[in-house]
Structure formats: structure tokens, C-alpha cells
């Protein structure tokens, strides 16, 4: 139990990370841009204050962009087109994001967050409850195995993408990592399973799943499917039953 706990605490500290590099970031470009920038109050100093609303607005740019790459694919993500989307114009974009690739990074930590927050509604702490929720949270969003896809075909052509995406699967993995050596302790889990090992099928399974029932939404029944997984992952006298 303490280990998911501190899997999930890390998870939530890395979203933070990812969210600050992309303020961190676009701090530079406003010094090239200038006035065309000035989204903030000036303070005393000359530093610019967010106003209030500030997070609001970077929460709808991050809607959007997410909106636009289940929508076109990142390939047909614009920049002045997700501003409009969002209700902003671009200089506000912008001063949240420094570049389409600190917007594209940020989105990628965006997603993280969806993972932890279905993490965190799971109703449970083993990795039946986990993958009851990730079947879930494809299933009441339908973009995100759509935007998953397009991050990680990014990924492979973009260092940072990749970077930000092996960090988003790091976390993932580590998450059911930690699932499957509580369970193994607790005995409800195989003796012999090798928890590392047993998170990277989980989660190599739920994208897969994604992937194919992206092409076909009646491929097969997810749940059936991770129940399935779940009983194979379980200790004999529990498959049993």
C-alpha cells in the first residue's frame, strides 16, 4: 500500500515538473517578444504578475491542443488555431508555452495527469481496479488513445516528445510496478511473477487494446479481456475460485 501511495505522490510531483517546464520555457520567449507578449500586470520592478485567470487560460490552451491532435493529428496542429480555440490569441499562447514543441511536451504531461486522476478514482488498489479504470477512462474519452498514438509516433522523430513520453510510461509503469509487488506480497498475486516485467505487459496491453479498438470499437470487450489478464496475473488458489 505505502509503495502505490509513493507511486502515485511521484506520479503527481512529475505532472508539476512537466507543467513548469513549459512556464519556465516560454519565460524566454517573452523576452524576445516583447510587448506582443504582455499577457501579465507589471509589477514595481518590471516583472510581469500572471493575472488572475492566468491557469485558467493555460488549461484551455492545453483543451485545445489536446482537442486538436485527436482531431488532425499533430501534424495538422497550428499553433494561431489552437489560440483561437481556446479563446486566447497567441501572444497569451505564447506566454505558456514558448514553442509548438513546449506546448506538444506540455500536452504529453496533461495526459499524465488524466492517468493519475483516474488512478486516484479507481475505487481500489490492485491492478484489476487499475485496469477497470484505465478501461474507463478510454472509454469516457475517446480522444485520448487517438492523442496517445500521435505522442508516441512523435515521439519517435522528436527528442523532446520522446523524452516527455518515455517519462509519461516511466511513471505509468512504475504505478502498476508497484500494484503487482503489493499484490504479490499480500499473496494475491503469483509467487513467481516478476513485478517490472508484470507492469510493462499491463500497460503494453491497455495501448494495444487502444490501438485496436481504435480501428474497431467491436474488436473485443475490454473488460472481458483485462478480467482475463487480471486471472492469469492472480495466485492459483484466487484463480480458483
Known amino acids: 500500500m505505502d509503495e502505490v501511495r509513493r507511486a502515485k505522490v511521484a506520479g503527481e510531483r512529475v505532472v508539476r515538473a512537466g507543467s513548469e517546464r ?10 524576445v517578444a516583447g510587448s506582443r ?36 493529428g499533430l501534424e495538422g496542429l497550428r499553433t494561431r488555431e489552437v489560440a483561437a480555440r481556446a479563446g486566447v490569441n497567441i501572444a497569451t499562447l505564447h506566454y505558456h508555452f514558448g514553442s509548438k514543441e513546449d506546448l506538444v511536451v506540455a500536452v504529453i504531461a496533461y495526459v499524465r495527469e488524466r492517468f493519475v486522476a483516474a488512478g486516484a478514482r479507481g475505487g481500489g488498489d490492485g491492478v484489476a481496479a487499475h485496469l477497470a479504470a484505465a478501461g474507463e477512462l478510454f472509454r469516457d474519452d475517446p480522444q485520448l488513445g487517438r492523442v496517445m498514438l500521435e505522442l508516441v509516433l512523435r515521439g519517435q522523430r522528436d527528442r523532446a516528445a520522446r523524452t516527455a513520453f518515455r517519462s509519461l510510461h516511466d511513471f505509468w509503469a512504475g504505478m502498476i510496478e508497484a500494484l503487482l509487488r503489493d499484490g504479490v506480497a499480500r499473496g494475491e498475486l503469483r509467487q513467481d511473477l516478476e513485478p ?46
Open 196 to 241: 517490472r516485467a508484470g507492469g510493462r505487459v499491463v500497460t503494453s496491453f491497455v495501448m494495444g487494446a487502444m490501438i485496436q479498438l481504435g480501428v474497431n470499437a467491436k474488436a473485443f470487450e475490454f473488460a472481458a479481456v483485462a478480467e482475463e489478464l487480471a486471472g492469469w496475473l492472480a495466485a492459483p488458489a484466487r484463480r480458483a475460485r
Open 37 to 72: 507578449a504582455r499577457v501579465g500586470e507589471e509589477g514595481d520592478a518590471g516583472t510581469r504578475r500572471p493575472r488572475p485567470g492566468a491557469d485558467e487560460r493555460r488549461a484551455a490552451l492545453l483543451e485545445a491542443a489536446y482537442a486538436t491532435i485527436a482531431d488532425r
Open 22 to 31: 513549459g512556464r519556465g520555457t516560454a519565460a524566454g520567449a517573452r523576452v
